[in-house]
T-cell receptor, first 116, second 114 residues
Framework: GAVVSQHPSRVICKSGTSVKIECRSL??????MFWYRQFPKQSLMLMAT?????????EQGVEKDKFLINHASLTLSTLTVTSAHPEDSSFYIC????????????FGPGTRLTVT | SQKIEQNSEALNIQEGKTATLTCNYT??????LQWYRQDPGRGPVFLLL?????KEKRKERLKVTFDTTLKQSLFHITASQPADSATYLC?????????????FGGGTRLMVKP
């Protein structure tokens, strides 16, 4: 099956700094990737849709200047949390659809961000 | 607004029994519905997809039904095993959602006791 990886798996940063999270499709090309955020004991909330070669589409309430998304190639999307604050601490997960298959999405293992 | 409901209380069953999880939705006309498994601290893992014109789909010990009249999907795990213990998420996609965007339910935690 399709494989999606994320890096890093865990990151701790100080308040005010920026953190970059990478999402890669390892065995397929993804023109679209999705970024989700998940707080403890809650479900996944879509933050934005990352489109290769164009601007990301952000969900209502998600600040595009704070969560910078770059989809520079067909296998890589990055999410940069700028000027991180403790309330940004969460589990960030990306997903992608394998165009060779159906509508199922394949998720990365997630990145646990802790802002101190 | 769209609403997807899964039983937020944990489901505890005995090994070997059939586990049945429910996903109800309102204000939505999905083209398909997906079920995922999520273990603590991990990303969701795709299990099954069922389309609006399909009533039932099976994969090994898993069975999913989709009733667009009741706006409900049932997810069954037969001959359950302790290794099946996890949180199960349902997610709805298209046509109300643009592109391949998914909207997730809150998930139901399943505990299978030996």
């Amino acid at each position: 099956g399709a494989v999606v990886s994320q890096h890093p798996s865990r990151v701790i940063c100080k308040s005010g700094t920026s953190v970059k999270i990478e999402c890669r499709s390892l065995d397929f090309q993804a023109t679209t990737m999705f970024w989700y955020r998940q707080f403890p004991k809650q479900s996944l909330m879509l933050m934005a849709t990352s489109n290769e070669g164009s601007k990301a589409t952000y969900e209502q309430g998600v600040e595009k200047d704070k969560f910078l998304i770059n989809h520079a190639s067909l296998t890589l999307s990055t999410l940069t949390v700028t000027s991180a604050h403790p309330e940004d601490s969460s589990f960030y997960i990306c997903s992608a659809r394998d165009p060779r298959g159906g509508n199922e999405q394949y998720f990365g293992p997630g990145t646990r961000l802790t802002v101190t | 607004s769209q609403k997807i409901e899964q039983n937020s209380e944990a489901l505890n069953i005995q090994e070997g029994k059939t586990a049945t999880l429910t996903c109800n939705y309102t204000n939505y006309s999905p083209a398909y519905l997906q079920w995922y498994r999520q273990d603590p601290g991990r990303g969701p893992v795709f299990l099954l997809l069922i389309r609006e014109n399909e009533k039932e789909k099976r994969k090994e010990r898993l069975k999913v039904t989709f009733d667009t009249t009741l706006k409900q999907s049932l997810f069954h795990i037969t001959a359950s095993q302790p290794a099946d213990s996890a949180t199960y998420l349902c997610a709805l996609g298209g046509p109300s959602n643009a592109g391949n965007m998914l909207t997730f339910g809150g998930g139901t935690r399943l505990m299978v006791k030996p």
